[in-house]
């Protein structure tokens, strides 16, 4: 039993942390009671090369996000090399997770929700985030969403500029697609044409390696576009003249290569001077650009619709956005691009989770990885 010099020494501590808590609370006391009151998702996404995580909540406030980029692993080959990408996002999904966590102030006991991006993707990639994703809903018993990663990517939007886009035409850029959706609200999009061939960013990372540039090939050429002329060479745009909304770079990425290393050699040819590699990166560029830029204002025209939200790693290109903005100006839609931290890969587009749990969408554990190019209506 305590004496009564130490029971009267404990109470004066515990009176203090009591008036130190009241002081607290009465101060803190709005921050806290919100806090409480919200719904916090965490959100995961393995799709491709980034391992990513966030907690994000009913007011589409980020509490915590880590992404984990792996481009130095794919850099010597040009390209994502799907067996590597599964390693590495099973080395990093769990300390990516943490780390959210403690980005965000809270436990796991602290959520309402475990989502994931369950399509499309690579599907070793996908399947380490699921796995985890159905790991934490079922040992948590807390409901798991399904995010679709393209409208994800469109999503960013209406996180990024605080109000509702929809409804819009949705232009998803990245290194796996290139597409355009009627989006009549945050999950219920209908596929209006995307690419026949290659995707835009996967033409980027292409032409990059044809030019000696660094992964991720986007980003390079655009460094080196910046001193390049964009008129110096005449690339196609294939189909902008057609009214079907389909894309194609594959003739694009082609005709550079046909430019670089002539027809049939493949081999030989002198060293592109600094100045030769700008003017192809930029000339490239541009034909790329008037592609998207083009055949975003035929969806609009056919759609009559009038806003227009653009997600996806390409979409982080300065020339794009800048044509798009020129565009928007001359012809009077919204625009919203994404800002470029949500442009690539991340976990806070995920935040499209909301939408499902609020209209009571939770998968069960069954819940399988859809890797492919997803084109029929509503997916
Ligand atoms: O959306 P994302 O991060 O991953 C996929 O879902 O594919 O997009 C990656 C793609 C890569 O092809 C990369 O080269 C391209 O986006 N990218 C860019 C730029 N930044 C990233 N393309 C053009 N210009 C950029 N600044
Ligand atoms: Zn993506």
């Known amino acids: 039993m305590r004496n009564f010099d130490e029971f009267s020494k404990n109470s004066t501590q515990r009176e203090r942390g009591l008036f130190n808590l009241r002081r607290f609370l009465s101060t803190n006391h709005q921050r806290y009671a919100r806090f409480l009151d919200m719904v916090k998702i965490l959100t995961l996404e393995t799709t491709c090369d980034e391992t990513a995580a966030a907690v994000v909540t009913d007011s589409l406030e980020v509490l915590g996000s880590v992404v984990a980029s792996q481009d130095s692993l794919h850099q010597k080959f040009g390209g994502v090399v799907p067996e ?44 380490v985030g699921l796995i985890a994703a159905k790991t934490l809903a079922l ?32 232009l998803v850029v990245s290194g796996g697609h290139s597409s355009l959706y009627r989006c009549n609200g945050a999950i219920d999009f209908t596929f209006l044409g995307g690419t026949i061939d290659d995707a835009a960013g996967e033409a980027f990372d292409k032409v990059a390696a044809m030019l000696g540039l660094p992964f991720p090939g986007g980003p390079s050429i655009q460094k080196a576009a910046t001193t390049g002329n964009p008129k110096a060479h005449s690339f196609p745009r294939s ?100 800002p470029l931290a949500l442009c690539t890969d991340n976990a806070v587009m995920g935040a499209i989770a909301i939408e499902r749990y609020q209209a009571g969408l939770f998968e069960s554990l069954d819940l399988d990885v859809s890797p492919g190019l997803v084109r029929r209506p509503n997916a």
């Open 139 to 170: 040992t948590l018993q807390k409901p798991l969403i399904a995010v679709n990663h393209l409208q994800a990517h469109i999503y960013a939007c209406k996180i990024a500029f605080k109000t509702d886009p929809f409804p819009c035409v949705g």
């Open 84 to 127: 590597i990408a599964s390693r590495a996002h099973l080395e990093n999904i769990l300390p990516v997770i943490d780390e959210t966590l403690r980005r965000a102030e809270i436990t796991l006991a602290d959520l309402d929700a475990i989502a994931v991006a369950n399509m499309p993707g690579l599907a070793g990639s996908l399947l």
């Open 239 to 338: 189909l902008l003249h057609e009214d079907r909304l389909a894309f194609s770079f594959s003739g694009l990425k082609t005709a550079v290569r046909y430019h670089l290393f002539g027809v049939g050699d493949t081999k030989s040819r002198a060293p592109l001077t600094e100045s030769e590699i700008a003017d192809v990166a930029a000339s490239f560029q541009e034909a790329a650009v008037d592609c998207l830029v083009g055949k975003s204002l035929q969806a609009l025209k056919q759609t009559g619709l009038t806003t227009l939200c653009v997600g996806g790693g390409v979409a982080a290109n300065a020339r794009f956005r800048q044509k798009m903005e020129a565009a928007a100006q001359e012809k009077g839609f919204r625009l919203f691009i994404a």
